[in-house]
């Protein structure tokens, strides 16, 4: 083989050994920090828009009181997720929708910035009325009452689970 060639592939190996270099710092920084989301405005929305104003509930949207409250249906699934213990604790999320992402990430549902949550560590979903949480590969796992969740496993009410160092219950 000539010296030329030798030269060449040398430098095509280092450049390849480079590329293989940058894509593992990329996969490392992403993982840890997420990826910028840019969100761009609904069409038609124009900036004069006042922000608090979409949070305003109609006075005629808010149902009269009646009679006595009756009981909560037993059988009802929950409707709201309370961080017990962790960075938020304290804070209150109302399920809406069937389904809820939490990880590090910008577009989950829940986010906790913690080092032992993944990117998009877990998802909590609806179906038949019951809340069941799985865990999405995640490096430290999903806990539900201290046990490790490998598969999709149905959520009781007041039940601790836990994703890094953060705990939560679901709750009427």
Do not use: C
């Not at 305003?56 to 213990?85: K, M, N, Q, Y």
């Amino acid at each position: 083989m000539s010296e030329l060639t030798l030269l060449l592939l040398r430098i095509g190996f280092l450049i390849l050994m480079w590329a293989f270099v940058f894509s593992i710092v990329y996969a490392l920084r992403s993982d840890l920090f997420g990826t910028k989301v840019r969100r761009l405005p609904a069409a038609g929305a124009s900036a004069s828009v006042d922000p608090a104003a979409s949070f305003a509930t109609p006075a005629a949207a808010v149902p009269a009181p009646t009679s006595p409250v009756a009981a909560p249906d037993p059988d009802a699934p929950a409707r709201r997720l309370v961080i017990t213990s962790g960075a938020k604790e304290g804070l209150e999320l109302p399920l809406e929708g069937d389904q809820l992402t939490i990880g590090r990430s910008a577009d989950a549902g829940l986010v906790i910035r913690d080092d032992y949550t993944s990117t998009n560590h877990a998802r909590l979903s609806l179906t038949a009325g019951v809340w069941s949480i799985t865990d999405l590969g995640s490096t430290n796992g999903t806990f539900l009452k201290g046990r490790k969740v490998t598969r999709p496993t149905p959520v009781p009410l007041n039940t601790p689970v836990s994703i890094g160092t953060t705990t939560f219950e679901l709750r009427r």
